[in-house]
């Protein structure tokens, strides 16, 4: 999960035009519509990416990305019974991060978010979520 959040960190810092596709809402080629399986874009006007999956081996996956007041983060549920399942943990998730810290995700120095001299919480049992049963601090 850890290697798909680095990912999409990688993404939104190095390659921001391509990042900047993830945010469209539908296009159309020819007589075909399209639109973006990343719900969240229609129900949260700061989430602004990445990328979602299916298959029946591995649930409802998304990767998601927010943007509030010059910050950006990004969170990620594999595994999820349903799609709403996914999009709401999703959310929760992207929600308590931004209640959490601010995190400076330009990736200078050591390629570690830096807290910009606030304390990150310690991570705790409840702070981690199983799509579909968010920790009640997220209730």
Not at 43 to 58: L, N
Request: proline letters at 8%; charged letters at 20%.
């Amino acid at each position: 999960m850890s290697d798909l959040a680095l990912l999409g960190r990688a993404l939104i810092r190095d390659y921001p035009v391509a990042y900047s596709y993830n945010k469209i809402k539908e296009f159309t080629v020819g007589p075909i519509t399209q639109p973006n399986r990343n719900l969240l874009l229609w129900r949260d006007p700061s989430v602004d990416g990445i990328k979602t999956g299916h298959t029946d081996e591995a649930g409802w996956c998304l990767a998601a990305s927010a943007t509030r007041d010059g910050r950006s983060i990004v969170a990620v549920v594999l595994g999820a019974p349903t799609e709403q399942a996914r999009d709401d943990a999703a959310r929760a998730l992207l929600d308590y991060g931004f209640q959490q810290t601010v995190t400076d995700l330009s990736g200078a120095g050591d390629g570690a978010p830096s807290t910009n001299g606030q304390v990150e919480p310690e991570p705790a049992d409840e702070d981690v979520v199983n799509p579909g049963h968010p920790p009640a601090s997220l209730n």
